[in-house]
């Protein structure tokens, strides 16, 4: 798979006219599951950060109402820029909220994984909906943005704003927060290539509530935190046992963890030496892994 650094998806300027998001990639540190909701939904308590790493969308504004969407970029292949996209979803909703006669060509330059934990698909209809406001200048308020996101899926509020939050219920519940000594910090993504369903990976949650999340420090995080659906992504792919392995035998981590439902794992470094020095080696052990170097955005 291929490599991408931090700067993979903003190297290309926006020419006269066009605006520019980035779709940061959203990391679980950690991901507690309470119990499932009577709407089918599962309650989560999750915190949310954001890398500096992201897919690339651009847009221009167009006068006659229609959406079109392009899309390139590493990943690009395995996505249809049909009207199923969470890009194209994010803009039809939008657009009914703001105006029928407002309309855009889109370019959706895929840098991250598809369907691998770190929220590719949230991100990109977050950006999205960033982009268009700017774009036909749209005066709505953060609380109505990530009102339309919620429609979009459970993970899209968060990824509006793309800082630290915690995440209850189903993700409508968001409370922003600051983890003293976190941004910055360098994180290494791993996804070693294969695409988990999300709802096969709740479907084999055991059903058991094993706590509350704490989350006023990282330390916290890193000692009583979890991620509740790690054991069935492992058993829905062995693989991801593989890579967490890889990354808690690295030298310098301080907290390595599987990222939502899988199957991308991350891990927390002590330095940019100690995060490259493990990133080239999983390269060299694991040339089908995709191994991303970034670090935790700096809010």
């Known amino acids: 798979m291929p490599h991408v650094d931090a ?14 998001e980035t779709a940061f990639a959203k990391i679980n540190l950690a991901l507690h599951v309470r119990h499932k909701r009577a709407d089918g939904y599962h309650a989560l308590e999750s915190l949310f950060v954001f890398t500096e790493l992201g897919d690339r969308l651009s847009g221009r504004a167009r006068p006659d109402g229609a959406i079109s969407l392009d899309i390139d ?12 996209n969470l890009v194209m979803k994010a803009a039809r909703a939008l657009q009914s909220h703001w105006g029928e006669g407002h309309g855009a060509d889109l370019r959706l330059s895929k840098m991250l994984p598809v369907a691998s934990g770190i929220g590719g698909g949230s991100a990109d209809a977050a950006a999205t909906l960033r982009l268009l406001a700017r774009l036909w200048h749209a ?10 996101a919620l429609s979009l899926g459970s993970d899209v509020p968060a990824c509006v704003s793309s800082v630290s939050r915690m995440v209850r219920g189903r993700g409508e519940v968001l409370e922003q927060r600051t983890i003293a000594g976190l941004s910055g910090t360098p994180i290494l993504l791993v996804n070693p290539g294969v695409a988990l369903s999300t709802a096969r990976v709740f479907g084999g949650w055991g059903g058991v509530d094993r706590g ?7 330390e916290q995080v890193i000692t009583g935190g979890r991620n509740d659906l790690e054991a069935p992504a492992m058993a829905a792919a062995p693989v991801v046992a593989d890579v967490l392995a890889a990354l808690q035998a690295c030298e310098g981590v301080r907290l390595a963890r599987m990222s939502g439902s899988g199957a991308t794992c991350f891990a927390l470094f002590e330095t940019d030496r100690h995060s490259a020095l493990a990133a080239d080696r999983l390269r060299a052990g694991h040339g089908g892994w995709w191994v991303a170097e970034t670090r935790i955005r700096t809010e």
């Open 212 to 218: 509350p999340l704490a989350a006023s420090e990282l």
């Open 7 to 20: 700067e993979g998806a903003a190297t290309c300027p926006a020419d006269a006219g066009e605006l520019v």
């Open 73 to 84: 970029g590493p990943f690009g292949s395995e996505l249809d820029a049909g009207p199923g």
């Open 139 to 148: 005066r709505l308020s953060d609380e109505t943005l990530e009102r339309i």
